[in-house]
């Protein structure tokens, strides 16, 4: 296998296992080595791990395993193991009778860079990010199957905007197919997704606590769920006993699934209404004091952060239209999926915009990502949902 050799005074990001090798950290490249290799990272004589190489990339290698010992790293087994060791922590901590819907890969929060893979009850939706997992695609698809999936869904092509040559065709991988539309639960909230015409992967599964906390101040209240998506909150809100839910998007096929979400979970007598709407626009034109409870869980303003600024502002006019109008005494559930606003910065926009409505405000809870979204701990990137549940008078 060719190496890739790293600069001794370069080694600190490596000693503290974070997986990106940027460009300047190199001392000698392979060779002739393609896109997407597996190389041996070391630094002389002496192995440091192992990586998927990214030639004319400012980060030439991810790493995917970190030993000092020589491994057979290119072989079914080992890509079994991993994938078999990321479902062992969801099979202990995630799946239970009441869900079985779950991300089973969280790229690097897995030691996996370059791969997301959600399993949406007896199927697996995958995004291949970077060339170096599309080449061991294959691999990768028996892995899953092993573990008893027999269909698995590749969406890459469509949603990946950091795609890096990624091949492996739109659609199904295995044999096995069937329909792409499957009925899933969480914590016992039934939905549909259909994995190839939805957002993301099918659905957004990195909201699972963050609903619960909604169910459990939602009893007996009117409530406001804007960016709803296909109504993860709102399904919550109505199984809690929500006297009125409404759902607010901008994509109508969002607002279809809601109403069949709705109607799926049995909510069928009026409880709850979808909007094809702007949620600016709509936070303009309702009447103040109308609900109880408001969730914001808009899509990432910022996705680099050049447009930190802009992104910044887009966060506290929204904060501000709903602290404008939500009821005394009212809860806000207020999230930010923008990796490149960390939760420190989120707090402050958010607290910017409370104090510019004139409105005392607590926070009750502080949201992150679920259990199935785990945070590598070397590499801090990974955490990139944040959310503030406040009290408003
Ligand atoms: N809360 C959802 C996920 C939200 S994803 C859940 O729990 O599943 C963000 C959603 O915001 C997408 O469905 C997208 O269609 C919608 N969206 C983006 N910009 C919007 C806007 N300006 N007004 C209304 N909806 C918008």
Request: glycine letters at 6%; aromatic letters at 10%.
């Amino acid at each position: 296998m060719q190496k890739i050799y790293i600069k001794k005074n370069k080694l600190k990001a490596l000693d503290n296992r974070h997986p990106w090798i940027y460009s300047g950290a190199v001392a000698k490249m392979p060779e002739s080595l393609e896109d997407g290799e597996i190389v041996e990272i070391a630094v002389g004589e002496k192995l440091l791990g192992y990586g998927f190489y990214a030639p004319g990339n400012q980060i030439v290698c991810r790493v995917f395993e970190y030993t000092r010992r020589t491994m057979e790293v290119l072989t079914q087994e080992y890509w079994n193991e991993k994938i078999a060791s990321a479902y062992a922590l969801r099979k202990s901590h995630v799946i239970t009778e009441e869900t079985n819907c779950f991300r089973l890969i969280h790229g690097e929060g897995d030691f996996f860079p370059g791969l997301i893979a959600d399993v949406y009850n007896d199927l697996v939706s995958i995004q291949i990010l970077i060339k170096g997992v599309d080449k061991i695609a294959p691999m990768i698809v028996k892995a899953i199957q092993n573990l008893g999936f027999e269909r698995i869904y590749n969406k890459s092509k469509e949603i990946s905007k950091r795609l890096e040559n990624v091949e492996t065709p739109k659609g199904w991988l295995t044999e096995k197919q069937g329909s792409p539309k499957v009925e899933v639960l969480e914590n016992g909230v039934k939905f549909w997704v259909d994995v190839e015409t939805g957002q993301k992967t099918g659905f957004f599964l990195d909201q699972r606590d963050a609903r619960s906390l909604v169910g459990q101040y939602s009893k007996d209240k009117k409530v406001l769920n804007t960016f709803s998506y296909s109504g993860g909150f709102s399904m919550y809100a109505l199984k809690a006993g929500a006297t009125l839910v409404h759902s607010v998007d901008a994509s109508q096929s969002a607002i279809d699934l809601c109403d069949e979400n709705a109607e799926l979970n049995g909510f069928n007598n009026g409880e709850h209404t979808g909007y094809c709407a702007d949620v600016f626009d709509h936070l303009n034109a309702m009447e103040s004091n109308d609900y109880d409870v408001v969730i914001l869980d808009p899509p990432a303003f910022a996705k680099s952060s050049k447009v930190l600024t802009k992104a910044a502002r887009g966060y506290k006019q929204l904060n501000l239209k709903a602290f404008r109008k939500i009821k005394k005494g009212g809860i806000l559930f207020t999230f930010s999926c923008s990796q490149v606003v960390d939760k420190v910065l989120f707090r402050k926009i958010v607290f910017q915009a409370a104090a510019e409505a004139h409105r005392n405000v607590r926070i009750l809870h502080q949201t992150s990502q679920p259990n199935c979204h785990p945070i590598n701990i070397f590499y801090p990137e990974n955490e990139y949902l944040k959310g503030l549940v406040l009290y408003v008078e």
